[in-house]
Structure formats: structure tokens, C-alpha cells
């Protein structure tokens, strides 16, 4: 099996900074791309950003310039560095990969974490 594991959530005032991490382990040939999620009470879950293995970013248009994906290939972990935080980016940000499993029947698969809370508020 895959998992994904999120940590670095919590409370933080608005303008101050949080840094989530995702780790993925498991029955991994390779992880294709990584990337981080978020849903807000009554709305849909949106895309906030992903890495693929080359190092290729994409940013959602509401965290453009403060926040920042990135990863370290070797430990399989993606890391989201978010900084100016808003009241508006207070989520369940769940973590996404997309990987190539090492089972005898291998293939290419999309999996979740649980999600981790961040509330941004005074």
C-alpha cells in the first residue's frame, strides 16, 4: 500500500506563516507529481499547488505569490511554504500524488492524505 502523511497544521493570526509537509510511503516505484489541496466549509475542494518530477510548478490564482511548493525527490516528501496568510485560507488542505506503485501488477494511481487543518484567524 501507498500512504500519504500531512503534517505542519494549526492556528496561525493572519500575515503569519505555516509550512506544510507530505510524506508518501510505501510500495513506491515512483512518484510522477505531488501537490496540495484545500476545502473551506461549503465549498468545493480547489487546487493551491503541485510539483511534478522535473520540478514544474502550478499555483491556484489566489496563492500566487505567497505561497510555494516544493519537494525533495529523495525522501518522496512535498513541502508547502505558505507566508501573508488570509482569513480566506483557512481550509482542510489534504495532500495529492500521483504515483507508479512497485507490485507485481504496477500502475499509475492517485492518492489522498487525510487532511490537515489550517485556521487563520486572531
Known amino acids: 500500500q501507498v500512504q500519504l502523511v500531512e503534517s505542519g497544521g494549526g492556528l496561525v493570526q493572519p500575515g503569519g506563516s505555516l509550512r506544510l509537509s507530505c510524506a508518501a510511503s510505501?510500495?513506491?516505484?515512483?512518484?510522477?507529481?505531488m501537490g496540495w489541496y484545500r476545502q473551506a466549509p461549503g465549498k468545493q475542494r480547489e487546487l493551491v499547488a503541485d510539483i511534478r518530477s522535473g520540478g514544474s510548478t502550478n499555483y491556484g490564482d489566489s496563492v500566487k505569490g505567497r505561497f510555494t511548493i516544493y519537494r525533495d525527490n529523495a525522501k518522496n516528501t512535498v513541502y508547502l511554504q505558505m507566508s501573508s496568510l488570509k482569513p480566506e485560507d483557512t481550509a482542510v488542505y489534504y495532500c495529492?500524488?500521483?504515483?507508479?506503485?512497485?507490485?507485481?501488477?504496477?500502475?499509475?494511481?492517485?492518492?489522498w492524505g487525510q487532511g490537515t487543518q489550517v485556521t487563520v484567524s486572531s
Open positions: 495529492n500524488a500521483v504515483i507508479t506503485n512497485s507490485g507485481l501488477g504496477a500502475s499509475i494511481k492517485n492518492y
Open positions: 510505501g510500495n513506491i516505484l515512483s512518484v510522477n507529481s
